[in-house]
């Protein structure tokens, strides 16, 4: 069935470094993912989407490509910010568009 | 910005009792999808509608819960008889079309005693 693997559940940063969250899949569908960030009692937003292959997708500073050779798509920013700590979650269409959410990735960053 | 709205944010009952959650879909927004976070983050997928349609929903949802998106109404989910496991964060999204992203309201956190 369809699922997502997120291996980091905690990242910790000091401002200003790069930092790249995992993330892996598995569908029998062609692939539409989603990276989702969540700050304290807060709604899921949508940070990035991609169903295209080796086609960087970017948006307030975090980049992502979709490649379907690997099964993969990982999070990137090059310089973090205070204010992106937060949860971060990959998720993946499957049937009926039900998204499948990984584990999460709590992300942490200090002065 | 997501202007999916959910009420109550918070919500108490006590074992065996009813809990009624409600969401307004974002305006133009005929999918709505509900969620469970539960207290390790984790997502599990409830129901999901196509205006007011069923489209697909898991067994716990069509045991205990119900939900229904009448027209010019909210949309709402229910628990007939709470446990304490169905403590959690209840999520309501709503997309555009098939396919497009989904946008998330805040949340009902429900704490069951």
């Known amino acids: 069935g369809d699922s997502v693997t997120q291996t980091e559940g905690l990242v910790t940063l000091t401002k200003g470094l790069p930092v790249m969250l995992n993330c892996t899949y598995q569908?029998?569908?062609?692939?539409?993912l989603f990276w989702y960030v969540q700050h304290l009692n807060e709604a899921p937003k949508l940070l990035l989407k991609?169903?295209?292959?080796?086609k960087r997708t970017e948006h307030q500073g975090f980049y992502a490509t979709l490649h379907k050779s690997s099964s993969s798509f990982h999070l990137q920013k090059s310089s973090v910010q205070l204010s992106d700590s937060a949860l971060y979650f990959c998720?993946?269409?499957?049937?009926?568009?039900?998204?499948?959410f990984g584990s999460g990735t709590k992300l942490t960053v200090e002065p | 910005n997501s202007k999916v709205i959910q009420t109550p944010r918070y919500l108490v009952k006590g074992q065996g009792q009813k809990a009624k959650m409600r969401c307004i879909p974002e305006?133009?927004?005929?999918?709505v999808f509900w969620y469970q976070q539960n207290k390790n983050n984790e997502f599990k997928f409830l129901i999901n509608?196509?205006?007011?349609?069923?489209?697909?929903q898991i067994d716990m949802t069509e045991k205990r819960f119900s939900a229904e998106c009448p027209s010019n109404s909210p949309c709402s989910l229910e628990i007939q008889s709470s446990e304490a496991g169905d403590s959690a964060l209840y999520l309501c999204?709503?997309?555009?079309?098939?396919?497009?992203?989904?946008?998330f309201g805040p949340g009902t956190r429900l704490t069951v005693l």
């Open positions: 569908t029998t569908y062609s692939p539409f």
């Open positions: 509608f196509q205006n007011q349609e069923v489209l697909q």
């Open positions: 998720a993946l269409s499957g049937n009926y568009n039900v998204l499948y």
């Open positions: 305006k133009g927004h005929p999918v």
């Open positions: 999204a709503s997309s555009r079309d098939w396919g497009e992203e989904q946008y």
């Open positions: 991609s169903s295209t292959d080796n």
